[in-house]
Structures are given as C-alpha cells and as structure tokens.
C-alpha cells in the first residue's frame, strides 16, 4: 500500500510541476504560430505583404510591411496611419546602425473600434518602407514586434 501511495504522491509532483513549469515558460516565453500570410497593396502605391500569427494564449497579430517607390510616400502612408489614432502611446527616432544618421521613426499607438475595444498598433518608417504590427494585446504587439524587427 505505501508503494502505491508514494508511487501516486510522485506522480501528481511530477504532473504538478510539468504542468506548472510549462505554463511558466508559456507566460515569459510567448510562441506565435502563423494563421496564414498573402500580398497587399496599400493606398499611395505601396506594395507589400501581411501575416496573422496567433500566441498560445489566443492573441492574435498582424504584421503588414509596404514597400513604396519614395520615402515621401511611405511618410505619407505613415502620416495618415498616425492620423487616425485614438493615442499616440510612445515617438520613436530611428537611426542607423552608426547611430549618425536618421532612417526613420517608429510609433506605438491606441485605436478604438466602434464597439469600444482597443487595439494597439505599432508603425514603423525605414527609408521607403512601412512596417506595421496590430494586436488587442499591447505586451503581445510589443513582444512580437521586438522578435520580427529587422530594421
């Protein structure tokens, strides 16, 4: 009997801490799986493309990069993205790598639909080429955004 006892007392510790050790990974480690991918053409004559990539947890980001023939354009692409926010949360300046000249700018924003939920948005300029993260979840956009940043 105190096999059997013990046996089960080591089981559910092990269950136990498998369990809890993985949801710890899950929360500081978060994982994206990608939902589906295509190309897109923005207002402007930016061409590019966008992916929807899902967290275990269930949040949802989007990730829209545009490639536009000047940087006046994809200015003008950025200038109207940041127009129709709710908030501007964080401005950015982006440097080179030698940090001398300046690339781009980079915002963190907040939107409202219609039905009162937020949405967080974050906008980037480099050169010729726009690059956009959306997701309901501000840790998850930040995170993500930080992963796939290239520029």
Same mark, same amino acid.
């Given at each position: ?9 080591? &089981? ?19 994982? &994206? ?110 995170? &993500? ?7």
């Amino acid at each position: 009997m105190r096999k059997i006892a013990a046996s089960l007392l080591i &089981f559910i510790v092990a269950f136990g801490s498998g369990t809890l050790g993985t949801k710890a990974y899950y929360k500081w480690n978060i994982q &994206f799986r990608l939902l589906g991918s295509g190309v897109s053409s923005s207002g402007g004559g930016g061409y590019g493309s966008f992916s929807s990539w899902e967290s275990y947890d269930g949040q949802r980001v989007t990730k829209y990069i545009a490639d536009f023939e000047s940087h006046e354009a994809a200015r003008r692409s950025l200038d109207e993205s940041i127009s129709t926010a709710t908030d501007i949360l964080e401005k950015e300046i982006l440097y080179d790598r030698s940090h001398t000249k300046v690339v781009g700018e980079r915002y963190v924003t907040r939107r409202e639909t219609l039905y009162g939920r937020n949405y967080y948005e974050i906008i980037s300029l480099d050169e010729t080429t726009v690059y956009t993260f959306i997701s309901p979840s501000l840790p998850h956009v930040r995170i &993500f955004e930080a992963r796939e940043r290239k520029f």
